[in-house]
Each structure stands twice: as structure tokens, then as C-alpha cells.
């Protein structure tokens, strides 16, 4: 191990995230019963609500409602899944009314691949815009120059 990098932490994830939204209640409800994360605890008089996901100690999500002003900041994140259950995921996203989407924002009834990790893709919003991914890293090799389109276009290549 090099000197330089005995000095840096060994990183093995991002344990926490936070987004902001514009009612609570309604963004509980969407993560606790759309998405099906394990509601952790709710502070009210701060307005602040936390989940796990898959469990205390892989990660934590905190939802922060805003006050009642025009402006909104809207953020992406990822939410790691199987491979089995990316491909379940564009039906049950639709189930729930939710509209699966590529990288691009084109609706999909399939996940994409990004092939420059490669990587199973979906997309979606939450009630205040957010744009949450649903992402499972293929043991495939790389392919760049495939860009970012279906898994039949990825398996037929």
C-alpha cells in the first residue's frame, strides 16, 4: 500500500441522502408505500422524516419538507436493485402509476442499459420531481459506443 493512499479512508458507499419536498405526508407516503422503504422515525416539529434502505446499516433516507416558497431544487439519486428486479420494475412502477422513463426522459416498458459501466437503468419521479433511478451494474464488459438504449437492443447486440 502506497503512502498516499494509507492516508486516505477506504470509502464502501454512501450511507445517507437527503431531499428536500413540499409536503411530507404526501412524500412519506410515496416512499413507505410506493417504494416500499422501512420507515425509521419522523420528527415533526422540525418537519424532517428518515427511512432505511435495506436496513439500518446499509442506508438512510431523509426527506425535509420546505417551507411554502415558489422556488423548488430538484436532485437525482439511485437506488441499487437485482437484476431480477429491474426487470420487474417497469410493471410495478406503471401498477403504482408511476411512469418509468429512460435517460432521456422517453417512457420505457423495459429498463436501459448504460453501456459505458454497463448498467441496468429506470427512471422515475417522485411527488415533488426528484428523479430517482432504479440501477443494478451488469457483469458484462463496458461497450461505450452502445450508448444508452434497451436491454433487448443490449442482449441482441
Same mark, same amino acid.
Given at each position: 500500500?502506497?503512502?498516499?493512499?494509507?492516508?486516505?479512508?477506504?470509502?464502501?458507499?454512501?450511507?445517507?441522502?437527503?431531499?428536500?419536498?413540499?409536503?411530507?405526508?404526501?412524500?412519506?407516503?410515496?416512499?413507505?408505500d410506493?417504494?416500499?422503504?422501512?420507515?425509521?422515525a419522523?420528527?415533526?416539529?422540525?418537519?424532517?422524516?428518515?427511512?432505511?434502505?435495506?436496513?439500518?446499516?446499509?442506508?438512510?433516507?431523509?426527506?425535509? +419538507?420546505?417551507?411554502?416558497?415558489?422556488?423548488?431544487?430538484?436532485?437525482?439519486?439511485?437506488?441499487?436493485?437485482?437484476? +431480477?428486479?429491474?426487470?420487474?420494475?417497469?410493471?410495478?412502477?406503471?401498477?403504482?402509476?408511476?411512469?418509468?422513463?429512460?435517460?432521456?426522459?422517453?417512457?420505457?416498458?423495459?429498463?436501459?442499459?448504460?453501456?459505458?459501466?454497463?448498467?441496468?437503468?429506470?427512471?422515475?419521479?417522485?411527488?415533488?420531481?426528484? =428523479?430517482?433511478?432504479?440501477?443494478?451494474?451488469?457483469?458484462?464488459?463496458p461497450?461505450?459506443?452502445?450508448?444508452?438504449? =434497451?436491454?433487448? +437492443?443490449?442482449?441482441?447486440?
Amino acid at each position: 500500500m502506497s503512502a498516499d493512499t494509507a492516508m486516505k479512508p477506504q470509502i464502501q458507499g454512501i450511507y445517507e441522502t437527503h431531499l428536500t419536498v413540499a409536503d411530507l405526508k404526501t412524500s412519506t407516503t410515496f416512499y413507505r408505500d410506493i417504494l416500499g422503504l422501512e420507515f425509521a422515525a419522523e420528527f415533526p416539529q422540525r418537519r424532517i422524516a428518515f427511512f432505511w434502505v435495506n436496513g439500518k446499516r446499509n442506508a438512510m433516507l431523509g426527506l425535509w +419538507e420546505t417551507g411554502t416558497g415558489p422556488l423548488k431544487m430538484r436532485l437525482h439519486m439511485a437506488f441499487r436493485l437485482s437484476q +431480477e428486479e429491474m426487470m420487474q420494475a417497469p410493471a410495478l412502477l406503471i401498477g403504482k402509476g408511476l411512469t418509468p422513463h429512460g435517460f432521456h426522459g422517453e417512457p420505457v416498458t423495459e429498463p436501459i442499459v448504460i453501456g459505458w459501466v454497463p448498467a441496468l437503468s429506470l427512471y422515475f419521479n417522485d411527488p415533488d420531481g426528484h =428523479s430517482i433511478e432504479f440501477l443494478s451494474v451488469l457483469d458484462d464488459e463496458p461497450d461505450a459506443a452502445f450508448g444508452m438504449r =434497451s436491454y433487448t +437492443e443490449w442482449k441482441a447486440r
